[in-house]
């Protein structure tokens, strides 16, 4: 894991400080949490967004049936994807 500075106004400093304590755990674990929680957000609204633009491509009538290969490309993505996370 690598390091990150950061400056905060005391004020969010207090805040961090205070919503860690409650957590039960450091201020960095706590930021680093935030962080995370919210990198899943964006990660969840983009996948939203490409399912909505799929749905309207259905609506259209532009789908196709999944063949076998399009099941292995996104088995190999997912795949890919997961090896670089930790749980």
């Known amino acids: 894991m690598s390091a990150l500075q950061i400056a905060l106004p005391k004020q969010l400093k207090s805040f961090v400080d205070d919503r860690a304590a409650e957590a039960g755990c450091s201020s960095s ?29 259905l609506q259209r ?20 994807r997961g090896k670089g996370r930790k749980k």
Do not use: C, S
């Open 61 to 80: 009538g532009e789908g196709r049936p999944m063949t076998k290969a399009d099941w292995n490309r996104l088995h190999a993505r997912i795949a890919k």
């Open 29 to 57: 674990a706590f930021v680093t949490q935030v962080l995370q929680d919210y990198q899943k957000a964006e990660e969840l609204k983009q996948l939203k967004e490409m399912l909505m633009v799929g749905i309207r491509q």
